[in-house]
């Protein structure tokens, strides 16, 4: 093995290189669909568990028409009225203010129904200018449409209605002193009479009409729609942010995954292992019922293990009889490399023995669709009858399966290796080829015995799965064994 090259970061998770940061997030999302799914999954699904309790949300508007009365008017002089304050961007926000008053509330929630409170009515209104006009817009939010139109026109009319009492409470004895006034004054200032005249005069008028400087220029009408965005919109908008979140969280996830072997350029750099064969990516093979025949070989990986033959002959010098496979980690696509080469072989016209040799987690029967009723140590010991006819796999002439034992309890490594060489002894003369595959290098090292019976030892590597300290471990430990490794089958590679 090789020390880490240049290209590749240390503590990464991919071939570094002069990746451009979109093309790194890009391929943190591909390595990690499944976390990616569920990310914007869980995002859309918590914006509909929001949308299915979501309150809509009315609003009806009323306008209020202020007209301020200039500061030096003698005759609003002791009257809560609104008067002009040199700026009328700053004459209406006051105005805006006085009008929001707990009273006028009170008198609307009575108004509106004993379901209503004060505080209630204060929190659905809002009043605010409309832009730099002397309108205001007595705003009402409530779950229906007839509430907000109902809310904002009760809390205006209260409004009204509340502050011309109070004009009213304050004209009175206004109207008094000056009546009171004009009756002592002297006949020969007619002036002064004239004056005092016309001044009670305009106070009863306001008495009768009320608030000179605010009054009703529209009444609310129903809201068509609800406020707030459209489902849809939300929906789209959930899409979004969770496709970003689970594009941060498949770049975290892989930040803090161990690095792994992304390009065979890496793989060039990390070891000196000839690729002897690139697979396209292989899928997972789903579990069969018993006696079900493998799927059809795909043309891709057929060309690819017909390649690895010929390789085979090529780099030892003659055919291989005993072949084994095995990998850095678990999940590289070792046991469906093994299945696959069989089928290859088989349709070749070659009869071919398949041997399971993971004690821990045997995959292989499963892939073929078989049952294992007969095991390695069993046949090896003389405990079963005569064991090629029984062991054919259904739909693959040529192609027989065999389990190193259906219990790995008791069985330890020397004893499987003399079952194996007991095994290979007969089954040679039945057999052109026999492909074992062997558990995880970096996992079981003590795959490390089984691999002296073997003519080829294989390493079977997937870009985007193992991981370069699981390739370090498993290269190093067959260079101590004193193990030449022939090559590597490279999985998932693009030039195929």
């Keep these: 093995m090789t020390s880490q090259g240049p290209g590749v970061r240390e503590g990464g998770w991919a071939y570094a290189g002069s990746q451009h940061p979109l093309g790194t997030l890009w391929r ?36 209020v028409l202020v007209n301020p009365r200039p500061q030096d008017d003698e005759l609003f002089l002791g009257l809560s009225v609104i008067r002009e304050t040199g700026d009328p961007t700053r004459t209406i926000q006051t105005a805006a203010a006085l009008l929001e008053s707990p009273e006028a509330a009170r008198l609307a929630a009575r108004r509106l129904g004993p379901a209503w409170t004060e505080a209630e009515v204060l929190s659905a209104i809002d009043i605010e200018p409309q832009g730099e006009s002397n309108i205001l817009d007595v705003n009402a939010t409530a779950s229906s449409a007839a509430d907000a139109a109902a809310i904002a026109n009760a809390y205006v009319r209260a409004m009204l209605v509340q502050r011309n009492r109070k004009l009213r409470t304050q004209v009175e004895p206004m109207i008094e002193r000056l009546t009171q006034a004009l009756a002592n004054a002297p006949p020969t200032d007619p002036d002064t009479a004239t004056e005092l005249g016309s001044r009670i005069t305009q106070l009863r008028d306001m008495q009768t009409d009320g608030d000179p400087t605010v009054e009703l220029a529209r009444r609310a009408t129903l809201p068509d729609t609800p406020e707030g965005a459209a489902s849809s919109l939300i929906l789209m908008l959930a899409l979004v942010a969770g496709g970003v979140l689970a594009a941060v969280v498949a770049l975290l996830t892989a930040l803090l995954e161990p690095p792994r072997v992304t390009t065979e350029l890496q793989l060039a750099k990390l070891t000196r292992m000839p690729v002897l064969a690139r697979i396209p990516r292989l899928r997972r093979w789903p579990s069969r019922r018993r006696s079900q025949a493998p799927a059809p070989l795909p043309h891709a990986s057929l060309k690819a293990f017909r390649t690895l033959r010929l390789q085979l002959e090529v780099t030892l010098g003659s055919e291989p009889k005993v072949i084994m496979l095995t990998s850095p980690s678990r999940g590289d696509g070792k046991t469906t490399s093994v299945m696959q080469f069989g089928q290859t072989l088989a349709a070749a016209g070659s009869r071919v023995l398949l041997v399971d040799l993971d004690l821990t987690r045997p995959r292989l029967a499963q892939a073929l669709g078989v049952t294992p009723d007969r095991d390695l140590v069993g046949v090896a010991s003389g405990d079963t009858p005569e064991w090629s006819p029984r062991l054919a796999v259904r739909g693959h002439a040529g192609l027989a399966y065999i389990a190193a034992t259906r219990s790995a309890r008791g069985v330890n490594a020397d004893e499987l290796e003399g079952a194996l060489q007991e095994l290979l002894y007969g089954a040679l003369d039945e057999f052109a080829y026999v492909l074992l595959d062997a558990p995880p290098l970096a996992e079981v090292s003590d795959a490390l015995k089984l691999a002296s019976v073997a003519d080829a030892v294989i390493m079977v590597v997937r870009l985007g799965s193992t991981t370069v300290t699981d390739l370090e471990v498993a290269g190093d430990l067959l260079e101590r064994s004193g193990r030449h490794n022939t090559g590597c089958i490279l999985v998932g590679s693009q030039h195929v």
């Design 28 to 63: 943190a999302v591909l390595a990690h669909p499944v976390i990616t799914a569920l990310v914007v999954l869980a995002t859309l699904v918590g914006a509909l568990a929001w949308l299915s309790v979501r309150t809509p949300e009315y609003r009806a508007t009323a306008q």
